[in-house]
T-cell receptor, first 115, second 111 residues
Framework: DSGVTQTPKHLITATGQRVTLRCSPRSGDLSVYWYQQSLDQGLQFLIQYYNGEERAKGNILERFSAQQFPDLHSELNLSSLELGDSALYFC??????????????FGPGTRLTVL | EDKVVQSPLSLVVHEGDTVTLNCSYEVTNFRSLLWYKQEKKAPTFLFMLTSSGIEKKSGRLSSILDKKELFSILNITATQTGDSAVYLCAVVGWAGNQFYFGTGTSLTVIP
């Protein structure tokens, strides 16, 4: 158990809908990262927050947004969902502001299926 | 275009063998390289490397970076069936703090 929690575990929804994925980092970790993993694209970095501020942005679509709250949990919002958004979404946390020199800990993931 | 290429794509070895996995990269303004192990679930962080020639070691796993030739290797000695997984390499660039992932090497260790 990494200490990172993600909810929900599975999510099935229809095209055009909006969903929110939630992540709670390990106790004491200020950095939260979001990743998307699909069969055809592999693991892709979406976005990183550190102590509530956006630190890095990857290939995150405009339909997607994220935020990190004062209690350090983070939410990833996906809107106008398309079939191609079906994937595993991982959250990870670390104590580092930049690169995870002290390690990076992944949650179990949320599996999103868009029908 | 920034990219990370891992090789081989897949390999199958017997328990006790030593394996070397490769990660080469072309990333603007390289900052760090990370290795992960992914079994059937979430990735597990293994190493972060920033300096050339300095080996990082954890048990039977070790990794080294060559910033001149733009690659890293991950060595696993005395492999065990529990080492069976996909090993992912990611490179972080200074520009935008982006992570670039390779497609991974699938390792299967048979008894």
């Amino acid at each position: 158990d990494s200490g990172v929690t993600q909810t929900p575990k599975h999510l099935i929804t229809a095209t055009g809908q909006r969903v929110t994925l939630r992540c709670s980092p390990r106790s004491g970790d200020l950095s939260v990262y979001w990743y998307q993993q699909s069969l055809d694209q592999g693991l892709q970095f979406l976005i990183q927050y550190y102590n509530g501020e956006e630190r890095a942005k990857g290939n995150i679509l405009e339909r997607f947004s994220a935020q990190q709250f004062p209690d350090l949990h983070s939410e990833l919002n996906l809107s106008s969902l398309e079939l191609g958004d079906s994937a595993l979404y991982f959250c990870a946390s670390s104590s580092d502001i930049r690169d995870p020199i002290n390690g990076q800990f992944f949650g179990p993931g949320t599996r999103l299926t868009v029908l | 275009e920034d990219k990370v290429v891992q090789s081989p794509l897949s390999l199958v070895v017997h328990e006790g063998d030593t394996v070397t996995l490769n990660c080469s990269y072309e990333v603007t303004n390289f900052r760090s390289l990370l290795w992960y192990k992914q079994e059937k679930k979430a990735p597990t962080f293994l190493f972060m490397l920033t300096s050339s020639g300095i080996e990082k070691k954890s048990g039977r796993l070790s990794s080294i970076l060559d910033k001149k030739e733009l690659f890293s290797i991950l060595n696993i000695t005395a492999t065990q069936t529990g080492d069976s997984a996909v090993y992912l390499c990611a490179v972080v660039g200074w520009a935008g703090n982006q992570f670039y992932f390779g497609t991974g090497t699938s390792l299967t260790v048979i008894p």
